[in-house]
């Protein structure tokens, strides 16, 4: 489950100073103190309004893989002393944590994950949680605004080539949790059950000697409930043999270039004529989600999307940090200006109008929290207790499912796609 | 060598495309046409002046691994048909690959790397290829402004929390091909000898019952010869007790929140003052490569980069294509108004002036070379032959070499960080 070559284990998959400070703290007696750090985002991504949580399902499947076998201690052989290779050895995670289950809203200072244990126990965990967090998230954010702007149109995740191998199965992952209907990645198929899709691409047509040909032979293979790739050469041309070749029950036309708006007009327009008044049309090509919002008035059925998705849309990173809040109860807080650090352990609640429609988001010190009405929603679920993921924890349909109701939820402004303040305002009770 | 979860085979790192398209192709007989396919870029990223090949190592690796076993073939019984899945059950790719080696530069039109083999053979290639090219590219383009920007300090990448888990061990791997000194990730260092760094958060300066306490702990632990992170209470009070706690001797302090410039400054004075002279100061937080040119005056010793280098900084995807350039010894082509696609196989040689400075980047048709000059250098070199890597594939050294003197060898105005056009002109012979 690790993901790395040749290896089980996800332990390297760490910074080296959270060892050295292990092994400095196992020296000086330090590393048991009991200690409580926070991830969270000192901001949202410029102008967002709101946040998605992902991430999480990956990140306990992760935790259960960091162990230093022998090849992860023989490599830290240089970097940390003997007692520390050996306090490694046995290491495993015991203490607890405690989040935002995936598919929730966040906001900025939204306390997303808290993890409570001895030092060295959580300190190890600090480049984990944040490579699987701060990536996650980042893709599920960008693509619940395409989700929202494709309206009931459903979108497919095609963006696997615009990103890291890896990194583009859990991207379909966090597409899907937002919302999207499939992607072109057949391993997050494999891995996670998400549905894939996908049939040809230009190649296919230059490939063969003709244009029918082509599609004679990916109806042949893939039967007539099957997507055409009608711009190889002319659209309207391309239309034409796509019909003539399938008949007026082909499922669907994909446009991959051009005015996708006017191609797409064009298009039904030309299909209805043919009789092809199911065909549907699939469009792709360099869509993000402000390309989706001015395509809802167009006759366009299905959105490919790749680059924007994969990449974040503009914010490739969720910018979450991990900040060390308490230590054998007492709060501590890295002292500065500019940025906002609040000590202690913290806990959050939601408050919405009797309509359902949210108010704000509500940080409290975790032992006193504010009198709760009928209206509010406690945030953090416990995801981990001595260690061990707790029973029953959400899986990815019902995050999808989450994220789905918590935007309904959002104020009709926190849906814009326009640059603007978070759609609620976090307040720190107590703070 | 898969980094996949539970599987040492890379070969669902793919679209379902791919695999459709091999269907239909093997059952009316295009699968065995010889094909060429190309990699290359249309654009650079915006205003970027050049690019950077890398993960042409890492390609050829996951190459070796792109195998259909048991678990692969399950996953792809509802996708493709019996003679299919026969097929891919015996697949290993058995062509030719060419390529620009890691390191070299790359300019709109380069033709990147070159695959040719039958259609099915080379096709099912196209979302790994890209996958790793786009990603690592994008990385190393980056990172190579960065250390330009730097001059002679060196740069340590720190960004694996930025990204995802799998993708920071690539990201280090770029990062130091571009001519990063070091990584913080572990698994970077073993899985490619890249030298580690890192040696305590604020964290760990929080966790301690004061400042002097923890500088004492990690002195013990890693010697004076170690960096002391000052900012987490007040930096003046902070350098004061690190040279107290480490002597002159001290190798470095580090600097992680407010104004870089002016705090290095008074750091270097003061540090001077308590007479360690020689202990260096290294900067963090937020740099990319503007921050750091903006930082050349300042008494600033090392850079450490995180979100910037690993997100591409601002263009986390390289947006390589990969493109059916020749069916049968015929050139085919896409039809397109806005994209320059060309048919047929390509080389590529660049051109420079007798001092070394490049002028052009040339690109002919394969088998027509134009004459090529003392100062020419041809540019792709054989990766793979008849399916097995060549012998004495450049290392991951020989990369950072080779980008070292392409660097020297652009002109002046290309190595600008300003927005502005490719450094050198790409010229289409005989097109």
Not at 23 to 34: C, I, K, N, P, S
Not at 35 to 55: M, S, T
Not at 220 to 230: F, M
Request: glycine share 10%.
């Amino acid at each position: 489950m690790s993901g790395i070559p040749g290896s089980a284990s996800t332990a390297l998959l760490t910074d080296r100073y959270e060892l050295t400070m292990v092994a400095a703290a196992l020296a000086d007696g330090t590393a048991e103190r009991r200690c409580v750090f926070e991830v969270f985002a000192r901001r949202l991504p410029e102008g967002r309004r709101y946040g998605v949580v992902a991430g999480t399902g990956r990140l306990l499947a992760a935790l259960a893989d960091f162990r230093f076998g022998a090849a992860e201690l023989d490599q830290l052989a240089g970097v940390v002393d003997a007692t520390t290779l050996d306090w490694l050895s046995r290491y495993r995670f015991r203490g607890d944590i405690d989040g935002y289950p995936e598919g929730e809203l966040y906001f900025p200072g939204s306390p997303i994950l808290t993890v409570t244990g001895t030092f060295a126990d959580a300190v190890v965990l600090e480049t984990l949680v944040l490579s699987v967090l701060n990536h996650d998230s980042a893709i599920a954010s960008a693509a619940a605004r395409m989700v929202t702007a494709a309206g009931n149109r459903p979108l497919i995740e095609m963006g696997s080539r615009r990103t890291h191998e890896i990194s583009a199965v859990a991207a379909a992952r966090a597409a899907y949790l937002a919302g999207f209907e499939a992607t072109s990645n057949l391993e997050a198929g494999r891995h996670y059950g998400i549905p894939t899709a996908g049939t040809a691409a230009h190649a296919f047509v230059l490939l063969h000697d003709d244009e029918c040909d082509a599609f004679r032979s990916q109806v042949a293979a893939l039967g007539s409930k099957t997507t055409l790739l009608v711009d190889t050469y002319d659209i309207r041309r391309g239309i034409e043999n796509a019909v003539a070749v399938a008949g007026t029950e082909l499922d669907s036309i994909r446009i991959d270039s051009g005015d996708l708006g006017v191609m797409a007009q064009q298009a039904r327009e030309q299909l209805d004529a043919l009789g092809a008044i199911n065909t549907r049309i699939v469009v792709s090509g360099d869509l993000d989600e402000y390309a989706i919002a001015s395509l809802r008035a167009e006759p366009a059925d299905h959105y490919g999307v790749g680059t924007s998705v994969v990449t974040g849309s503009g914010a490739p990173t969720a910018g979450m940090v991990y900040k060390l809040v308490e230590v054998d109860g007492r709060p501590v807080a890295k002292r500065s200006a500019a940025k906002r650090s609040r000590g202690g352990r913290k806990s959050a609640l939601r408050r919405h109008k009797p309509t359902g429609t949210a108010i704000e988001e509500v940080v409290y010190p975790h032992a006193t929290p504010p009198p709760i009405g009928p209206n509010d929603r406690v945030l953090s679920v416990p995801l981990v207790r001595g260690g061990e993921p707790v029973a029953g924890l959400p899986t990815l349909e019902q995050g999808r499912d989450r994220l789905r109701a918590a935007l309904v939820s959002v104020p009709w402004e926190g849906l814009k796609l326009s640059q603007g303040e978070p759609a609620i305002p976090t307040v720190f009770e107590g703070a």
